[in-house]
């Protein structure tokens, strides 16, 4: 079992749509959530990061931690054409292996017009 | 601020040759982390720098190194390359401080080996 799961999709919505992406994670020890976006043949790009629990807004992105149940969450609010990507999690744990980031394995996602 | 560089873009090698990567991280950063992303494993983690240090190291054969320098630049080195290297590689820098968790990704080289 992988240390973080994600559905790789494909999720294809509607313009306009909200989108919900999730991962689960078995690491008790992981206290740092990111999510990136990437696109086709580019780096990954930071969307959002938290810490611990809790919610964290960020114009239409909303990242969600929930440490107990071990599940982490991104909306997106008013999908774009422009938000079709593969949308990366990532966690990491405290202290000397904080530098290392073990992700999930990316949803695709396509917003059409 | 500019953000993380690497070079080269694009690589072809041929398998039993060797490779070197370079990764320039944002100004002010001082940890790089080396990862391998290839469509059957996702993104795995090769390795962390800081101030010169490897700190830490993901599960990956011998034949993959790295250093970095006084600059905070990085290099990765893979040696006696194999087909099943071919991959994308990316590096991401960490401002390294204690409170600081997030990474920056740079654009990836986009190795082959035939």
């Known amino acids: 079992q992988k240390e973080v799961e994600q559905d790789p999709g494909p999720l294809s919505v509607p313009e306009g749509a909200i989108v919900s992406l999730n991962c689960t994670y078995s690491?008790?020890?992981?206290?740092?959530f990111m999510w990136y976006r990437q696109y086709s043949r580019k780096g990954p790009e930071l969307l959002m990061y938290?810490?611990?629990?809790g919610n964290k807004e960020d114009g239409r992105f909303t990242a969600q931690v929930d440490k107990s149940s071990k599940y982490i969450s991104l909306f997106i609010r008013d999908s774009q054409p422009s938000d079709s990507a593969t949308y990366l999690c990532?966690?990491?744990?405290?202290?000397?292996?904080?530098?290392?980031?073990?992700f999930g394995r990316g949803t695709q996602l396509t917003v059409w017009p | 601020k500019a953000g993380v560089t690497q070079t080269p873009r694009y690589l072809i090698k041929t398998r039993g040759q060797q490779v070197t990567l370079s990764c320039s991280p944002i100004?002010?950063?001082?940890?790089v982390s080396w990862y391998q992303q290839t469509p059957g494993q996702g993104l795995q983690f090769l390795f962390e720098?800081?101030?010169?240090?490897?700190?830490n190291k993901g599960n990956f054969p011998g034949r993959f190194s790295g250093r970095q320098f006084s600059n905070s630049r990085s290099e990765m080195n893979v040696s006696t390359l194999e087909l099943g290297d071919s991959a994308l590689y990316l590096c991401?820098?960490?401002?390294?401080?204690?409170?600081?968790?997030?990474?920056?990704f740079g654009p990836g080289t986009r190795l082959t080996v035939t």
């Open positions: 991401a820098s960490r401002d390294g401080q204690a409170l600081s968790y997030e990474q920056y």
């Open positions: 690491n008790s020890a992981f206290q740092y």
């Open positions: 720098y800081f101030s010169e240090t490897q700190r």
């Open positions: 990532a966690m990491s744990d405290r202290g000397s292996t904080l530098g290392r980031l073990y």
């Open positions: 100004s002010g950063h001082r940890s």
């Open positions: 938290t810490y611990s629990s």
